[in-house]
């Protein structure tokens, strides 16, 4: 059997009738909360102009929820480097860390964090997508401000590289640096990006032997029934991405369960569960156990795109408490 710490990514979402300054009020319950029950960690996302997801920088959620508790880990998850200076992102987060030591992780993605290319390229000043070797000069740039005299005010923040292709593993390997993998986006490219990344893995200051996060979607609630219920409204927003339509609002749970899927959509979103984590207590806590022993994770991040902050948090509550309950001796 296999124990491992429970970390929790942080989306944001803004449900369906209420203003994003809601969700923005509801990340300290949630992060009150999770400290209480025991997770480890919990990041942040960076996304832009969306009508589903609040944006609200990284940074900005770390320094409120870190005022606001005292144990948890809390970190980006992540800030995405095309949209910022190497300089600035070391300075941010070396603050972060000097203020609350021991306690902030810097996860460094790539994504565009919005499917409006109007946006991405306003958030770029208007420059091209970032290439390859663009993107690892400012992953290095950013270790190496971290570690200059004039930024550094005390312990670290923890860098972690996102990943959710061979690529990203392979620059992670090559930077000695711990993945995070985004299992809860592409899960048919976990296994070789994880191969790929033991497999090319250098040591360095920042992680002597390669280290492993998977971040699964997880829904969970005491019936499989309420467990769907929950998880509806993702799967409406899933199957508008896969049709390549803008992002709309998150739906209710109500709306969700109106809306109709064809049959290639239902058989995509069966797939992508089938890989993921949702149902009562004991179906997730055995998927997020085969999930761990099947890529050898070092540790496990549950996102949870609820609707509703209460149903969030009760599914938290109830995957921790049955995890625990079913922990080896």
Not at 56 to 65: E, K, N, Q, R, S
Not at 203 to 231: F, G, I, Y
Not at 243 to 260: D, L, V
Not at 263 to 286: H, I, K, N, S
Request: with cysteine; glycine share 6%; net charge negative.
């Amino acid at each position: 059997m296999v124990d491992m710490p429970l970390s929790a990514l942080e989306v944001a979402v803004v449900q369906a009738g209420a203003a994003a300054v809601e969700t923005l009020r509801d990340t300290v319950d949630f992060a009150q909360h999770l400290e209480h029950l025991g997770y480890r960690r919990i990041w942040y996302a960076e996304h832009h102009h969306s009508p589903a997801i609040g944006a609200f920088p990284p940074v900005v959620l770390i320094a409120h929820a870190a005022a606001s508790t005292r144990t948890v880990r809390l970190g980006s998850g992540g800030v995405l480097a095309p949209h910022h200076a190497p300089l600035l992102l070391a300075e941010q987060f070396a603050t972060l860390a000097a203020l609350h030591p021991d306690r902030v992780d810097l996860g460094i993605g790539r994504g565009p964090g919005t499917f409006d290319e109007a946006i991405a390229r306003a958030l770029r000043r208007g420059a091209d997508p970032t290439t390859d070797a663009e993107y690892r000069n400012d992953i290095s740039a950013t270790l190496a401000h971290l570690m200059d005299d004039q930024v550094a005010l005390g312990p670290l923040p923890e860098p972690w590289l996102l990943a959710s292709s061979t690529a990203g593993a392979t620059l992670a390997a090559e930077l000695g640096l711990p993945v995070a993998v985004a299992h809860h986006i592409r899960p048919d490219n976990t296994g070789p990006l994880l191969e790929r990344y033991r497999a090319a893995f250098t040591p360095s200051r920042w992680c002597e032997q390669p280290r492993v996060l998977v971040c699964v979607e997880t829904v969970c609630a005491e019936t499989e029934e309420e467990a769907a219920w929950r998880a509806g409204p993702m799967d409406v927003v899933k199957a508008g991405l896969l049709k390549g339509a803008s992002e709309k609002p998150f739906p209710t749970p109500a709306q969700a369960a109106a809306h109709h899927f064809t049959p290639q959509e239902e058989e995509t979103l069966a797939a992508f569960r089938a890989q993921q984590a949702r149902g009562t207590p004991g179906t997730v806590v055995r998927r997020l156990r085969e999930l761990a022993v099947s890529t050898g994770a070092d540790e496990l991040m549950l996102t949870a795109p609820v609707h509703d902050l209460r149903d969030r948090l009760n599914s938290f509550e109830l995957v921790k408490r049955h995890y625990e309950a079913t922990a080896a001796p």
